[in-house]
């Protein structure tokens, strides 16, 4: 078992930035590709950012690309997503998630899971 826990979330005007951490306990952290997700409400989960398990390899979703940066450090078992230039449609609750794999931005595939941070981005 990984034990997940997200923070860093909060409230942030348009423009603004935040960065969030997931820390990891249990089983080894770093064999697992780490991914963020997020989920609007009346909206499906979907893939923001992953790293692999040495942080050689990132792939960040279109509708990020260029304003978040997804990092990790193995030796804090921690993973983080740095926000920059959010905007109001980024509104939502993000997860973040294990997968002994890489190469996948489909949930069902991401064993573990935390239980998620509100961020809300104000116009």
């Known amino acids: 078992q990984v034990q997940l826990v997200e923070s860093g979330g909060g409230l942030v005007q348009a423009g603004g930035s935040l960065r969030l951490s997931c820390a990891a306990s249990g089983r080894t952290f770093s064999p697992y590709t780490m991914g963020w997700f997020r989920q609007a409400p009346g909206k499906e989960r979907e893939f923001v950012a992953a790293?692999?398990?040495?942080?050689?390899?990132?792939y960040h979703a279109d509708s990020v690309k260029g304003r978040f940066t997804i990092s990790r450090d193995n030796a804090k078992n921690t993973v983080y997503l740095q926000m920059n230039s959010l905007k109001p449609e980024d509104t939502a609750v993000y997860y973040c998630?294990?997968?002994?794999?890489?190469?996948?931005?489909?949930?069902?595939?991401?064993?573990?899971w935390g239980q998620g941070t509100q961020v809300t981005v104000s116009s």
């Open positions: 998630a294990a997968d002994p794999d890489w190469g996948t931005t489909e949930p069902q595939e991401y064993d573990y």
């Open positions: 790293i692999s398990w040495s942080g050689a390899n990132t």
